[in-house]
């Protein structure tokens, strides 16, 4: 376990040994995306999972997929599930919530991060890396439980890092803030479900930060929000 690490995030040495694997969501996401997003694995897509657990979706995805599919976790327990037996799976230990993801610009065709973001100690960070190695136009999906609903250590309940950051308003704000169109939103049990399009190939949009940080003119700004607001807006139904 790195030092730099613990330094970093206290809760990844706990993390690192954690038991587990987390069950997560399985394959569960494939099928719920052709039928919520109308979008679907070809033979040719690399797929990322950010915390793969047991592994069921990388191993569902390679059997679909010759392009290259990839998790990343940082659990160490679900390193002895010997995933990578199969040629095309590349799995790595790492923490999300600081370590770049090692890929570069425009690779991924989908990434998935189910039940998992909701355990991250920068969850900003992870998602601007998911968005960078995305190609511009495809397909982020994810889920994660409700804090509005089962938010709470006792049973049945669910710890979250940020809990305010992930109700539904919120976060919605947030993915639109990184420009990722939102196409389906469903409550699966106690959690929601989230599928995203990134769209960050329009050349007039301008970065979180360099809008918070820039020197912007109010007038400015808002005629450039007007001209991708179409973009913003979502299409799935809630």
Not at 50 to 73: D, M, P, R, Y
Not at 182 to 203: E, H, M, T, V
């Amino acid at each position: 376990m790195p030092e730099e690490m613990q330094r970093i995030n206290p809760t990844s040495l706990d993390a690192y040994n954690y038991e587990g694997p987390g069950i997560g969501a399985g394959a569960e996401p494939i099928v719920w995306m052709g039928l919520n997003m109308g979008v679907s694995l070809e033979n040719s897509h690399n797929v990322l999972e950010i915390g793969f657990g047991e592994g069921k979706l990388l191993q569902k995805a390679s059997t679909i997929t010759a392009g290259k599919v990839v998790g990343l976790e940082i659990a160490k327990a679900c390193f002895a599930l010997h995933l990578e037996e199969k040629p095309n799976i590349e799995i790595r230990g790492m923490d999300v919530s600081h370590d770049v993801i090692p890929y570069p610009d425009d690779f991924f065709d989908f990434a998935f991060c189910t039940e998992t973001i909701e355990h991250l100690a920068n969850p900003y960070f992870c998602i601007a890396e998911i968005k960078r190695v995305l190609r511009p136009d495809r397909y982020f999906i994810l889920s994660f439980p409700m804090p509005e609903d089962n938010f709470g250590t006792g049973g049945g309940q669910h710890w979250h890092v940020y809990p305010g950051f992930l109700t539904k308003g919120s976060f919605e704000l947030f993915m639109r803030s990184m420009y990722f169109r939102k196409l389906a939103y469903k409550q699966n049990g106690s959690s929601a479900w989230y599928g995203y399009q990134n769209i960050k190939n329009d050349p007039r949009m301008v970065d979180l930060f360099h809008v918070i940080s820039g020197n912007y003119e109010q007038e400015t700004l808002w005629e450039w929000v007007d001209k991708v607001e179409d973009k913003l807006i979502c299409t799935g139904k809630d």
